[in-house]
């Protein structure tokens, strides 16, 4: 009897282990899922900006084709051609400040717009009622109104121009905005977008810029708030994100294309300027240096020996503008 009794608490206690560790997994696998589909982590996830702004391009489209109306008025777009090239001054590393602050603060507007309004809880240290960013009598229906694009911009360009941050470090301010949302499970909404906002520029700016904005200068800006208004606020954004404030470069790359995908939707094209002797030169210098950095990597990748049967050839020829 005592044989039996012990086999079948063995038994029982195996059971529960395995039990255990299919929930370990399930957890695990979840928690890896879930790392997947978020945006601020995984480069191949889909940023949530340009996914909420979708409805409201369709709309407009079809609402221009209904019309008759070309998307921008009279036919303004510059074209390419044999004896002129029109480039933008944006790259990847080097954004146009002033377009780029412009789509940073639509992807914003789209957050606010096309939010969730399902109940999810307010965080008092966003709220502006309870933390106002200036001594102004904050309006008894604060939280009911949504902030038109052009006052999102003016916030965010303010900040930017004050503090002289640069155009990377918007796009990292937006990486954070969608980080938070995604973390805490919260929307940015009328009552809380400009404390959001204000906690992801001073993130970025520390995390980016090497020379980084002190607290109390955002207190020189902004002159009603307190440092100790400005601390509180950076530390519980550094907590909501899991003090995970890492950028991968596949992840700032998707962001600023998708910045410029949403630009093109919204037809806030980037100024297009016609390619200059000194701009060719240039590229035609990088082109250089660029296929010089590789011709090692090259014939190092080069076979030695063909077969005849399944003979092929690879040449290479750098692009020179000039």
């Not at 002033?98 to 109940?119: E, F, P, S």
């Not at 520029?201 to 109390?216: E, G, P, T, Y």
């Not at 093109?264 to 000194?278: G, K, T």
């Amino acid at each position: 009897l005592q044989n039996h009794m012990k086999l079948k608490l063995k038994l029982k206690s195996k059971r529960k282990l395995k039990i255990w560790k299919v929930n370990q997994n399930n957890n695990e696998y979840c928690d890896k899922l879930n790392m997947e589909y978020n945006p601020s982590d995984h480069p191949r996830a889909s940023t949530i900006f340009l996914s909420k702004s979708q409805t409201d391009v369709r709309e407009k489209r079809k609402s221009l084709y209904v019309n008759h109306q070309h998307p921008s008025g009279p036919m303004r777009r510059k074209y390419s051609s044999c004896s002129t090239i029109f480039l933008d001054d944006s790259t990847v590393s080097q954004p146009n400040l002033k377009y780029t602050i412009k789509c940073v603060a639509l992807a914003i507007y789209y957050h606010i717009k096309n939010r969730n309004v399902d109940g999810r809880m307010l965080l008092d240290i966003f709220d502006e009622k309870l933390h106002p960013l200036s001594k102004l009598e904050v309006p008894s229906d604060y939280d009911k109104h949504d902030p038109e694009q052009k006052q999102i911009y003016r916030f965010v360009r303010t900040l930017f121009s004050a503090a002289q941050l640069t155009a990377e470090c918007a796009i990292v301010t937006l990486v954070y905005l969608e980080r938070l949302l995604t973390y805490a499970e919260i929307d940015i909404c009328p009552a809380n977008w400009k404390r959001i906002v204000l906690g992801a520029i001073l993130l970025a700016s520390k995390v980016w810029d090497d020379q980084a904005v002190w607290n109390v200068d955002y207190c020189q800006i902004l002159k009603d708030i307190t440092v100790e208004d400005m601390n509180e606020l950076e530390r519980q954004f550094l907590e909501l994100l899991q003090f995970n404030i890492n950028v991968p470069s596949s992840v700032y790359a998707k962001y600023y294309f998708d910045l410029r995908s949403l630009s093109e939707a919204n037809n806030l094209s980037f100024p297009l300027e016609p390619l200059s002797r000194d701009k060719a030169q240039k590229l035609e210098a990088i082109s250089r240096l660029c296929d010089d950095k590789y011709k090692d990597m090259r014939k190092a990748a080069k076979k030695r020996s063909v077969s005849a049967d399944n003979l092929t050839l690879v040449r290479w020829s750098p692009a020179i503008i000039s």
